[in-house]
């Protein structure tokens, strides 16, 4: 009986370290919805898209797609500012002439944009899943960091969770202590009075779009290497999980989406080890469904996303 | 006659609260309205005379009291004893449910009561069940549904598990102490508290404190209409459709007698067409049935609200700043609108700023300040209050 | 001068002028000398119809109640699949099928609406998104029911009166046929006491409670009648295409729905009609001209046509009321 149980226990250390490792990445993801919706309370259907270009561009550039192979950490880098600047883009292109327009239109619109994107991925790149090639990605990223018994932590892992815990410590770092956080909060809480108490809204707002994209397009690399694929679709499914993250730990805080990132991540590692693997998509949807019909504001959730 | 007639009270307030949170906006008040009268309800800014609108038909729900129109009761009372006992109760039940997952596991998948994970899940599952008894101590309406669909599960688990406890005399946990001595008084335990749970919510008096509320919608069909302080016109729509939509509540068409060209539904479809077109006429805008509300001006944006509700063949209607934005001549004119729909028998509650309104339309007066009732009486009395002067003026 | 205030799609069944050139383009079509091209025309004729019927369903969501629903592929596979697999198992005539799948359609449109009711706009949206892709997860994964990935091959014809409908035409005047159906039942309802208060609680849920209209259940049964209009046109395709697949019923098919009624006019009946006229057509263009491998990345356009349309013309081609 011990036995089985120590097996069980170590099986069950594993899929804790993967659950917490995917859950990290669902909540970089998921900061990006929750604080755009924050700001401007649109549900951004195009981050998901932001996260796949992110994924794309460092591998065009580590590969040398447009013609020049770029160092690994570079082309990481510029992937990550190209991301950050189109989200921006998208932002004055496609929302900003809505912002008084019904909130159906936006929604509308970044659904768009969602799929226009993805296209545009497809055009591009094509269907067929692209991996990192190890000869351009340092070696010790696949190198089993911490071994205890058989409970292997990669430095893949590794670096995932520590990018992902700086990150967010940054960001909530800059959404507290910095000016631009202060009116990123004062906007959340009265765009008009903000506006009135000298706060340039329409920057600000590009700001978060700015600093919400720049983290997807991290948590877009981050996967591209962990499962090694990197495909146009890749941004629709790890959108929608990171969205229900979003809203399991109430959309709108920070707080809340690295929280609800990390209990998606494991609830879907678990469930899919544990319950049926081929349901493991469905449970991020239950979740999603089941939050927003219990409990709309989630975990931390400030906004009563009740009628009236 | 006719004088002891227009006696009868129409609508009667006891005691109704409403809290948001901390904050009281409605503190107590009672009032009435009989039949054909005119009463207006005036107070600062911010005393609480839309919330207690929106308590009235049941837009918000009222914390506690009651309200009576028509002779049916909308909001029951709510005493704090039984709202303490529900809560007492339901405390008590979550902690019951503590022992209601293993039951149910034990009844699909007894294996899993072993397994690490499925414990994890198990508890996690029992605290959203702990979770939802939450809504209890706020006494929505179906919370008391859910927590009956609840007790008749736990019982049907725990018969279910009684009769096939034989088949768990020889399982152990984790191979330290027996299970089969906990397995049936715990099942016992649960049935029989289930079941006196079930009992009890049955009782008259916690049924009550579970409260009757009417939707808004019903309300308006007992015969309560209103207009908003700020306009909520149905604005893309033609004047003619808003006071259609008021025929509503009045109309029986549905969906098959629509699609087949019942005679029936054609017929009332006309009617309600000549009625709309009549309330319309009656407020003075007969020359802008197909106008889109969104379109018309600010003053007529208002009489079309009033018409709206007039479709609805009220009884009382209330009015929530009718004259809210309109120059002296529009506000006579409503005067005498509102003096024509008094005389149609209908009687009027209504929230106005405007003194000059008030004092000529008003048989009695309420005041409100800070959601509680400081005066009441006729305008001359109410002129002369001192509480009011003070309230309107700041204390001297 | 009231026939000139009334909208276009009042006068759909009441304007001769109007309807009947229309209704003899369309039954003509099939007789038209197209040579070789015949067959594929009639194709494409047909699956516009289907998509008229689908656009004209979804309309009844968002365009007249203005809830966004995003997963309204749901009910076509759910249709679809009902009529497909009661006639492979149990082979059973088109008139038996199509009520029941417009009947399952309609039981699951209460299903997911019933939780939905008293959640804003765009948590709405969310909910019927999920909705769609956790049906799609099931149909993909309950082999027994369904055979999941390898699809419902073989399912027969259409039948009327014991004859099998095989000629293209037949089809065509079959779903034709469903259209008028359909039409003629939201264009009553539209100016009837039903779609006034589904109207009503697009413009203002709370004073639509005031005026004494039930929410909730006006809410179930837009939600009810959509999803059995989006059911038998899933019903139809089934029997038409004779083979589905779960693959069928992706997201993008319900984005390609909302598109063309977003393109002709929300809550304009007319309007979804342009739309599916417009679009469909253009897609399978698309698919023809473009090179295999641009083709499938069509729905760029439609993505574009998206936003530009909600920055633009916000209320479509044919809006639905004009100042």
Same mark, same amino acid.
């Given at each position: /009986? ?151 932590? =990669?430095? $893949? ?57 720049? #983290? ?53 590692? @678990? ?5 049926? =693997? ?9 979740? /999603? ?20 | ?70 002779? *049916? ?93 034989? +088949? @768990? ?20 335990? $649960? ?18 404190? @579970? ?57 009332? +479809? ?45 009884? #009382?209607?209330?009015?929530? +700043? ?53 005066? =009441? ?20 | ?25 369309? $039954? ?102 999920? @909705? ?17 990935? /390898? ?15 095989? *000629? ?84 993008? +098919? ?53 936003v530009v349309m909600m920055r633009w013309r916000p209320a479509g081609l044919l809006p639905v009321e004009k100042d």
């Amino acid at each position: /009986m011990l036995n089985t149980l120590l097996e069980q226990s170590s099986l069950f250390l594993q899929q804790l370290v993967n659950g917490v490792t995917l859950g990290s990445i669902y909540a970089l993801i998921a900061v990006g919805y929750t604080m755009v919706y924050g700001v401007i309370q649109l549900i951004n259907f195009a981050h998901g898209e932001i996260y796949m270009l992110g994924a794309f561009l460092s591998f065009s550039l580590v590969t040398g797609f447009f013609g020049i192979g770029l160092p690994f950490g570079l082309a990481v880098v510029i992937a990550v500012i190209f991301c950050a600047l189109a989200g921006v883009f998208l932002d004055i292109v496609a929302y900003r002439p809505l912002r008084r327009a019904p909130r159906l239109a936006a929604l509308i619109t970044a659904i768009g944009m969602s799929i226009f994107l993805q296209n545009l991925a497809l055009l591009i790149w094509g269907a067929q899943i692209k991996s990192f090639p190890r000869a351009v990605v340092p070696a010790f990223l696949f190198a089993p960091a911490l071994q205890f018994g058989d409970v292997v932590i =990669s430095w $893949l892992q590794v670096v995932i969770l520590t990018t992902a815990v700086l990150l967010m410590v940054m960001l909530q770092l800059i959404v507290h202590y910095t000016r631009i956080g202060r009116a990123m909060r004062a906007i959340a809480q009265d765009k008009t009075a903000a506006a009135l108490m000298g706060v340039n809204v329409d920057r600000v707002v590009s700001y978060t779009f700015a600093l919400g994209s720049g #983290l997807g397009g991290v948590a877009g690399i981050l996967v591209g290497l962990y499962y090694n694929a990197v495909y146009p679709t890749m941004g629709y499914f790890a959108g929608i999980k990171a969205f229900a993250a979003a809203v399991l730990g109430g959309i709108g805080s920070i707080p809340g989406a690295i929280l609800g990132g990390g209990i998606l991540g494991l609830a879907e590692v @678990f469930g899919g080890g544990y319950i049926s =693997s081929s349901y493991s998509d469905g449970i991020a949807y239950a979740v /999603m469904i089941l939050v927003i019909l219990v409990k709309p504001t989630g975990l931390f959730g400030r906004f009563a996303r009740d009628k009236a | 006659m006719t004088e002891r007639k227009s006696k009868k009270i129409l609508l009667q307030t006891h005691n109704l609260v409403k809290k948001f949170g901390g904050l009281t906006a409605v503190k107590d008040v009672s009032l009435d309205v009989k039949a054909g009268e005119i009463v207006a309800l005036i107070g600062p800014n911010g005393a609480g005379k839309t919330t207690f609108f929106n308590c009235l038909n049941q837009v918000t729900v009222p914390t506690s009291g009651a309200v009576t129109f028509a002779d *049916q009761s909308l909001v029951s009372v709510v005493s704090p004893a039984t709202k303490l006992l529900v809560l007492r109760l339901s405390q008590v039940f979550a902690g019951l449910s503590l022992l209601w997952l293993p039951l149910v596991l034990g009844v699909v998948w007894p294996e899993a009561f072993f397994r690490l994970e499925a414990v994890i899940a198990l508890s996690s599952l029992t605290l959203f069940r702990i979770y939802l008894l939450r809504p209890l101590s706020r006494f929505r309406p179906w919370s008391r549904l859910l927590l009956i669909i609840f007790m008749l599960v736990d019982i049907v688990c725990g018969a279910v598990w009684l009769a096939r406890s034989a +088949e @768990f005399s020889e399982i152990s946990f984790f191979g330290l102490f027996p299970f089969y001595p906990l397995l049936v008084p715990g099942a016992i335990i $649960l049935i029989a508290g289930a079941l006196t749970l079930l009992v009890m919510f049955n009782l008259p008096r916690v049924r009550e404190a @579970f409260g009757r509320y009417l939707r808004a919608d019903t309300i308006t069909r007992l015969g309560m209409g209103r207009t908003f302080q700020n306009i909520r016109l149905f604005s893309s729509l033609s004047a003619l459709d808003n006071v259609k939509l008021g025929r509503h509540c009045r109309t029986k068409a549905n969906f098959f007698g629509t699609v087949f060209c019942l005679p029936q539904a054609r017929r009332e +479809e006309q009617d309600s067409a000549e009625k709309a077109a009549e309330c319309l006429r009656f407020v003075g805008l007969g020359d802008q049935l197909l106008t889109r509300a969104g379109a018309l001006p600010y003053g007529d944006q208002r009489r079309l609200e009033i018409a709206r509700a007039l479709a609805t063949e009220p009884r #009382l209607l209330l009015l929530d +700043e009718p004259a809210a934005g309109m120059n002296p001549t529009e506000s006579r004119e409503l005067i005498t609108l509102v003096r024509r729909i008094s005389r149609a028998g209908i009687a009027i509650l209504i929230i106005e700023h405007d003194m000059k309104v008030i004092m000529n339309l008003a048989d009695r007066i309420f005041v409100l300040d800070h959601g509680e009732l400081i005066a =009441s009486g006729t305008p001359e009395a109410i002129r002369k209050d001192k509480k009011v002067i003070e309230a309107y003026l700041g204390a001297q | 001068m009231k026939n000139k205030a009334m909208h276009l799609d009042d006068r759909l069944f009441s304007d001769k002028k109007l309807y009947l050139p229309l209704l003899a383009v369309v $039954l003509i079509l099939p007789w038209l000398p197209m040579g070789i091209a015949g067959p594929y025309v009639i194709r494409i004729a047909t699956l516009t119809l289907v998509y008229m019927v689908l656009a004209l369903g979804l309309n009844v969501v968002p365009g007249f109640t203005g809830l966004l629903d995003l997963g309204y592929v749901g009910f076509f596979g759910i249709g679809a699949y009902t009529a497909g697999l009661l006639t492979v198992y149990y082979h059973w005539s088109l008139w038996l099928v199509l009520p029941l799948a417009a009947l399952n359609g309609a039981l699951w449109g209460i299903l997911r609406g019933a939780p939905t009711l008293r959640l804003s706009d765009d948590y709405f949206a969310i909910v019927t998104f999920g @909705f769609s892709e956790l049906i799609i997860l099931v149909i993909k994964n309950e082999l027994w029911l369904t055979r999941g990935p /390898m699809g419902v091959p073989g399912i027969a014809r259409p039948d009327l009166f014991g004859i099998v409908l095989n *000629q293209p035409w037949q089809t065509y005047y079959l779903i034709f046929f469903f259209l008028l159906l359909v039409l003629w039942t939201v264009v009553r309802i539209r100016s009837s006491r039903l779609g006034r208060a589904w109207f009503a609680i697009r413009e203002d849920e709370i004073a639509a409670e005031c005026v004494g209209v039930n929410v909730a259940r006006y809410k179930i049964i837009a939600f009810a009648l959509s999803a059995a209009i989006g059911a038998l046109a899933g019903a139809f395709y089934a029997r038409w295409f004779r083979f589905i697949h779960p693959d069928m019923f992706k997201f993008w +098919e319900s984005i390609l729905i909302l598109c063309l009624i977003v393109f002709g006019g929300m809550g304009s009946i007319t309007g979804a009609l342009v739309g599916a006229l417009v679009l469909i057509p253009l897609t399978e263009i698309l698919r023809i001209v473009l090179p295999p491998e641009f083709s499938n990345a069509r729905y760029l356009v439609f993505g574009l046509l998206i936003v530009v349309m909600m920055r633009w013309r916000p209320a479509g081609l044919l809006p639905v009321e004009k100042d």
